[in-house]
């Protein structure tokens, strides 16, 4: 609904804005419906491998195993209940990190200002806006002073707008903050019908498809479910082939498949998951989607914002020229803490009588504030003026007294430039600043070297201008600053005398630079996606460490087909002046190419890219409830270079994940083939159910889980980024459980049958013992694929020590205590026995570290010959 404009100096009337609001509904965004727990609780139970151990638990109760079911059901719910725990408690956080919408507004109502909720306000109220104030609703402007708007959180661009009235409507949109100014504006659309609704609605109408995870877990299940049938079915055909009968080999066809099946598998990558979120959360990230959590350690791109994201969005003087000299200045953002330098000389303003001239009309023609507060900097007011207040106080000059100021001409559009007059001493002093050839239009002298003032001819101009060409090739934003005494307070704005030229950019994050160089060591590319001007989008990437062939804007966008965009992203190209559709139609290209994408951002306009994403990054501080709710991940402190330890977390996870995978297959992978060999043989059980089940959940479980909290591996970072389809269970990962598999089912076997003819009793306790000592021992030997463990540290993961240390203790109490020997019908061994059981575990110790030293010295070797 339009606003109606009529009587807009006057607002509505009470009755007029009830009518209104029970036509249109609140001001506020359609809310996403909350999840219920239930619904929480209820898709923890959904993963492929989750089924694959539901049926196994009915099928294990079909059969008379109820032990078997109950255990499993048990692994299944441990599971469910702490997936349900992360989610419901990331939920939670997120809705006290919703903070995007002012709570309240001024409006005209019965003929009266009044403070009302946002959510009250209707098409056709009248807004007022002053300095600081965030817009609450789409408006038409109706009047305006000095009035300067940013609306970065629409479209990136990191400078304030200027809003002037003109023969067109001039709007005001919705979560746009004012920064310098006054106003008023009649409500043109509120809610969902503002532009800041349309882009939510974009987002929601994007579809959430599975993780990289979840992809591979899938993958995973579908292959364990695949070699479980085709081993019960090899089981039961030769079973029939050797005479035995049908009902005996069906019922042990199954019971092998429900065996092969790692039961520990679920609880332990929703246990690694979220300890890792735990972890996350503790270095500023919160993880929204559990199983999200690793695919930022996948991620090939990270397609970035740069306002507020690379940079600290606030403008920051940090270049001033004068025909004499020229100054650098250091320090960052609205913080003082820095200082202004010449040929290495620190300087203050009463050192230098041409920098002092030049603070003095930067200081005098300014309507900014900077105060401490809270414990930091705030400025209030337009980010460039701040950036000049900022600057004196560097230059420890004195702020200029407001009675002084006797005449303003406010900046325009037009003129590009505002003139304040100034009581100086006994006389009048006229400054000016703006954009310099504004300036040097008005100027005829020029502060030359030395202090004194010389003509402003046609080649001085020109040099003046190449200088103000080779600053801004760097981005900076340029102000031209002059000044000249007057004897009239309204005397017009010519004649003259140009000081110099002050360069200011948003600066990157102290942190960015390093961050940037960690991403490229990690294979990792990083895009930017601006909103911003081009030439300074450029020269903040170059400064950060991107390299840039190319900078494209939205409308070169425009002009490229598909085919041409796929070729320009082969190579070091970022992106300018970006629409949401333009950032969606880069993900989107980007992740036909094959990447795995990561896209930060906290504006609204980033939020449909960062549902499209394959991990989308919000801001927490500074970003949007529609970019918070359409990420997978929110970064606490909006720091980019945090992103690197998310990265470093999620790769650490998913080779914690690969790592007890393996190990956990390999434990599995020896009992069935102990257990199938056996059954050809013709012998008796060498393990009886509950003896499986207590190795495969009770031993296997904890130092699984231990072998979860693995510390990053040295050369982690140094790795390339593991590709969108690598599964978790490679030829690699095959092979080493074959290998482990192996040896521990057919040293088991050997212990059982050497045995047979003191027992059968003793013979499956020592089988038993045997294989659980040897998982126990094998499990170092997964804590690196490529490093031995003096290349990890022998003590860096306490946890697994402990774990090995429990499980130990409890397998010998398996053994020797009575309560556990009658459940598992075992029987004590002697220490003969106990000996010999530790000098067959010393192997698995033992020959993984040898072939582990051995390739890393083949690996140097190859080094060294390719130098």
Request: overall charge negative; proline content about 5%.
């Amino acid at each position: 609904m339009m606003a109606d404009t009529g009587g807009a100096a006057y607002g509505l009337t009470s009755t007029q804005a009830a009518d209104r609001l029970a036509e249109v509904g609140p001001n506020q965004l359609a809310e996403r419906k909350p999840v219920s727990r239930w619904v929480i609780l209820a898709r923890q139970f959904t993963s492929p491998l989750i089924v694959m151990l539901i049926a196994a638990a009915g099928i294990a109760a079909a059969l008379g195993e109820t032990v078997d079911a109950v255990a499993i059901v048990l692994v299944v719910l441990l599971n469910g209940v702490l997936g349900f725990v992360q989610e419901w408690r990331t939920e939670t956080a997120l809705a006290a990190l919703r903070n995007m919408l002012a709570t309240e507004a001024r409006v005209v109502r019965d003929g009266a200002q009044v403070m009302i909720d946002t959510r009250q306000i209707v098409p056709g109220d009248l807004v007022i806006l002053d300095s600081g104030d965030k817009v609450p609703a789409d408006l038409v402007l109706t009047s305006g002073m000095r009035l300067k708007v940013d609306e970065s959180v629409l479209t990136g661009e990191s400078v304030p707008v200027d809003k002037h009235l003109g023969d067109e409507d001039v709007p005001l949109f919705m979560g746009s903050n004012v920064v310098a100014g006054r106003a008023e504006g009649v409500v043109r659309a509120t809610g969902p019908r503002t532009e800041f609704g349309h882009i939510a609605e974009l987002t929601a109408s994007i579809d959430v498809g599975e993780t990289h995870l979840q992809a591979q877990l899938a993958r995973l299940a579908r292959l364990l479910g695949g070699m479980a049938l085709g081993l019960a079915g090899l089981v039961l055909v030769a079973g029939l082939l050797s005479g035995r009968a049908l009902h005996e080999m069906f019922l042990t066809a199954i019971a092998l498949a429900v065996a092969m099946v790692p039961e520990g598998l679920p609880a332990v990558v929703t246990i690694t998951l979220a300890l890792g979120a735990s972890a996350m959360l503790r270095r500023q990230s919160l993880v929204r989607r559990l199983q999200a959590v690793e695919t930022l350690g996948a991620a090939t791109v990270i397609c970035t914002d740069k306002t507020g994201t690379l940079t600290e969005n606030a403008m920051t003087v940090t270049r001033i020229w004068t025909p004499g000299r020229s100054y650098e200045v250091t320090g960052t953002g609205y913080d003082p803490a820095g200082h202004i330098a010449a040929e290495g000389e620190r300087l203050r303003a009463a050192d230098d009588p041409r920098l002092a001239d030049l603070i003095d009309v930067a200081l005098s023609c300014n309507h900014a504030e900077l105060g401490h507060r809270d414990g930091g900097w705030h400025m209030v007011g337009d980010p460039t003026e701040g950036a000049l207040v900022t600057l004196g106080f560097k230059g420890w000059s004195d702020l200029p007294n407001p009675a002084d100021r006797l005449a303003e001409i406010p900046f325009d559009a037009e003129r590009k430039r505002m003139s304040v007059v100034m009581r100086r001493g006994t006389g009048l002093v006229q400054m000016v600043k703006g954009a310099p050839e504004s300036v040097l239009d008005v100027c005829t002298q020029v502060q030359g070297d030395g202090g004194a003032v010389e003509p402003l001819t046609a080649d001085r101009r020109a040099g003046i201008e190449a200088v103000a060409a080779e600053m801004a090739s760097d981005g900076r934003r340029l102000l031209g600053l002059a000044m000249r005494p007057v004897e009239d307070p309204l005397a017009g704005e010519e004649g003259l005398i140009f000081l110099g030229l002050v360069g200011m950019i948003d600066p990157p994050r102290a942190e960015v630079k390093q961050a940037v160089s960690l991403c490229r060591r990690a294979g990792i590319r990083v895009v930017m996606i601006t909103g911003d001007a081009a030439p300074t989008g450029a020269a903040i990437a170059r400064e950060i460490g991107l390299r840039v062939d190319r900078m494209l804007t939205g409308e070169d966008l425009d002009h490229l087909s598909e085919d041409e965009l796929h070729e320009l992203l082969k190579g070091d190209v970022h992106f300018a002046r970006t629409a949401p559709a333009h950032k969606m139609r880069l993900v989107g290209a980007l992740q036909q190419s094959g990447n795995l994408i990561a896209m930060t951002g906290d504006g609204v306009n980033d939020a449909p890219a960062l549902r499209q994403a394959d991990i989308g990054i919000a801001m927490g501080k500074r970003g949007t409830d529609v970019a918070k709710d359409a990420s997978d991940l929110v970064l606490l402190d909006d720091n980019f270079a945090t992103i690197v330890g998310a990265v470093e977390e999620g790769r650490r996870q998913f080779s914690n994940i690969q790592r007890f995978v393996r190990y956990l297959l390999s434990s599995n992978a020896g009992e069935v083939l102990a257990i199938v060999v056996n059954l050809f043989l013709g012998g008796p059980l060498i393990f009886l159910a509950t003896q499986i089940l207590w190795m495969n959940l009770v031993t296997d479980g904890v130092t699984a889980v231990a072998l979860g909290m693995e510390k990053p591996a040295p050369d982690q970072m140094d790795q390339p980024p593991v590709p969108a389809d690598h599964p978790i269970l490679d030829l690699p990962g095959l092979a080493m459980i074959a290998c482990f598999g192996l040896y521990t089912g057919g040293v088991s076997l050997w212990l059982f049958y050497g045995h047979l003819g003191q027992g059968e009793d003793l013979a499956r306790t020592m089988a038993f013992a045997g294989i659980v000592v040897f998982e126990k021992a094998s499990v170092f030997a997964f804590r690196s694929f490529r490093l031995p463990m003096s290349g990890i540290g022998y003590l860096s993961n306490r946890p697994l020590l402990l774990a090995f240390a429990v499980t130990m203790a409890m397998q010998v109490a398996a053994i020797y205590w009575p309560p556990l020997q009658h459940l598992l019908h075992t029987v004590p061994l002697s220490w003969e026995q106990l000996g010999l059981l530790g000098a067959l575990a010393l192997p698995l110790l033992l020959v993984p570290e040898l072939v582990k030293y051995a390739r890393r010295s083949r690996a140097r070797g190859l080094t060294v010959a390719a130098r």
